[in-house]
């Protein structure tokens, strides 16, 4: 074929706009993610986005070479809700002052492109309506999982169906914990000292071990894909601390590993949700799902279900979200389409009452009558064992053993995991993490 | 949380828009999917789309009682070119007469979804321009991998990106072939026969087979990820026919699995890309594709890998695609929003000359001087042999064995496939199928 052009034009080239005027582009914050957004449009030149301004503090320091002179550089975003910039980029993370900027964009009649996971996640229903009531556009693509387009497919791509669960691996961190304890067979306590020294934790990691990112990212996913409005400490989150390497060694028993699963499922009037460690077959989606990587798994009433995997975090594949979101809302500026007028949201009750078949791990010290002292209280709640499992080569001062259950509701299980849990030879509480098919 | 509404919506809820007069839908093409979408569309009532015709030979005999009394049915298609209505959505297949309902459409200023891969692969640019001219929209989501988001994130989800590489099991036919013998280590006859009865496969199943298909689902790939305007033919397609179980068994000792792979990289200005059986290693996204599923992979120079995974086919995940596209189209005409106004598309060299390992299968009437007789013939082509794979168990008569090779050109091998294939204890054309990591 004869070659007419050998220039790679960029992807959205396809529906850009030679003719129209540039929609002019502020970036606030101007960290790891802000300066690689802004190196794309640097390189972009398709006249569709123009960067116009820069906001961050101290940015004498952070000036870049590569930013053409002509962007004004400033350390106060009302500089930026004064001027007359089309589409705001909100990338200073957090609710304040993210959320002051955001409603002062869109109360200005500027769109906002935010990767703020906490604004979007506490505020994200009133801001939509805030930007639909402003004629301006919202969006959030980057803020759940990074570089993995799920979120702009769930606009374009799946709305045409009606989705009923949404599950995922959105954290990072946790994944590497728990694949490296998977494959290495090394403690949590070691495990998550590597991912800090890598830089996949960290210092303190607290909001990824015990599910606070995770649950965010959920109630987005939920908001998007359910059109639920759900606040994300409605939902419950478990910390993956309490998994430990022998663990794994019982989970291989059932064919199973451990990856920290968020999920959420729309029955009737109420949204089942739950973010914490969870057994999931070796040879599924989710226990393959290695690293620091996403992966998303959506279940529609038509399409059947769908999987999206890709890396969750990092400067550049968020880059690309915030960019592509840039895009869509520039292209929509620049036809006259603005705001969608109304939203239609469920706030529906929230619950953690999954029906699964249970891993229940205990450490006791050995003794005669424990399978007998624990069979009583599961049976007096209705339980029903599908199987204990003892591998040898523990010390009997601290043996780690393990019962699973016959399917059976949370709040079934709850009174008798805190009586076992307190039973005479019951070193720690009892471990319970559900088993997902 | 308090309860408000029971009902949950469709996900184009959340952008949708009540006070806008609907969109006014024609379906041409009224089988399976056709009717899937038909469903799709009586069953939502979200004021945005409202179908008002239906196309179809014979339609007397096709009537549902779920379609409004008040669509019109007809069996010509011009009667929908001259009516009102906004969108049309083409599912009749094929370039006669698909191809003039599109063009006439354009022409009229309707919008176009059309699941219809012959027809984008082989004339997307053009309808593409057409459609720009004519101020209206071409959408064709649902022409490649059915329910898979892959086109609408290529078009909004990765389009921030700069895509160099994509690649994916966009058959669902031989998918399920090479996963059966793989799985049950049946000759290709057997499993083809299967796919057959179960409906995976036509009777006359060369499209499939040979790779017509996958191609010209790559050459649409190429459209809409690469911006690069490729002819299928020109895309070299290998069939696997010639795969058998025994390629399974070497496979294997490599630590690999055979897949249906199409791929297509940019790089300067060529477009280098290949559709056919590969080694794709066992525990890659690739081998573990099972079953008539469809997997595409994108690389991106930001954003880095992404993987989609889903129903590659049916009419419920193909529909869901379709209604998609829809509510794009419509969303941008109820906003006032038409055509992208300029295509930016590249006419890049297509070549099949990719450099990779290969996996070169020989069946041969054993005697001496076999392994000298092949490696002179290598050596005299320099290339280098990385393995020579001979597993016991095989009649003399008819032995099959492998030589895997260094990584080479497609070029430097063929002429040196030529040879080996004429050599007198070789039985059959010896079988390359390149090795990808």
Chains 1, 2 share one sequence.
């Not at 975090?313 to 915030?322: K, S």
């Not at 079934?412 to 076992?420: I, S």
Request: with cysteine; hydrophobic share 45%; net charge negative.
């Amino acid at each position: 074929m004869s070659q007419t052009s050998p220039q790679h034009a960029p992807n959205a080239a396809i529906v850009s706009t030679e003719h129209t005027p540039a929609c002019r582009v502020a970036l606030v914050g101007f960290g790891t993610v802000g300066r690689a957004v802004a190196k794309i449009l640097c390189d972009r030149a398709d006249g569709l986005l123009r960067l116009t301004h820069i906001c961050n503090r101290n940015f004498e320091r952070k000036k870049q070479p590569w930013v053409p002179a002509d962007v004004v550089w400033t350390d106060d975003f009302h500089t930026i809700l004064n001027s007359d910039v089309d589409i705001v980029i909100e990338l200073i993370g957090g609710l304040t002052p993210a959320e002051d900027l955001v409603r002062g964009a869109l109360q200005a009649g500027k769109s906002v492109v935010t990767a703020n996971k906490q604004l979007i996640a506490r505020h994200g229903p009133d801001l939509l309506s805030l930007a639909a009531a402003n004629d301006c556009r919202l969006e959030f693509g980057a803020s759940v999982a990074g570089g993995v387009p799920v979120l702009p497919a769930l606009r374009t791509g799946l709305n045409g169906d009606r989705l009923h669960a949404i599950a995922g691996i959105l954290n990072g961190t946790c994944n590497y914990i728990l694949s490296r304890i998977e494959t290495a067979r090394i403690p949590f306590s070691e495990a998550l000292e590597e991912a800090q020294a890598l830089g996949y934790a960290e210092a303190d990691a607290s909001e990824d071990l015990d599910g606070g990112d995770a649950r965010a990212k959920l109630a987005i996913l939920a908001l998007a894909g359910l059109q639920a409005r759900v606040s994300p400490t409605d939902i419950r989150a478990r910390s993956i601390r309490t998994v430990d390497a022998v663990d794994f060694d019982y989970a291989a028993e059932l064919g199973c590993t451990i990856r920290q699963i968020s999920r959420a499922e729309l029955k009737d009037s109420t949204l089942y949700a739950d973010v914490g460690p969870s057994l999931v077959p070796e040879a599924s989606p989710f226990g393959r799902v290695q690293r620091n990587l996403n992966l998303v798994l959506t279940s529609g009433e038509y399409g059947g279900d769908m999987a999206f995997l890709g890396a969750g975090a990092g400067g550049d594949p968020t880059a690309v979200a915030v960019v592509s979101d840039l895009l869509f809302v520039a292209e929509g500026l620049s036809a006259g389409r603005r705001a969608p007028r109304s939203l239609r949201l469920t706030s529906p009750n929230v619950s953690c009452d999954f029906e699964t078949p249970w891993y229940l791990r205990l450490v006791v010290k050995d003794q005669p009558g424990i399978i007998a002292g624990l069979a009583t209280i599961l049976s007096a709640h209705r339980l029903n064992i599908d199987a204990v499992l003892q591998k040898p080569g523990f010390e009997k001062s601290a043996l780690p053993f393990v019962i699973t259950l016959e399917p059976c509701r949370d709040t079934q299980l709850q009174p008798a995991l805190h009586e076992m849990s307190a039973l005479p030879f019951a070193l720690r509480p009892c471990l319970s993490l559900p088993i997902l098919r």
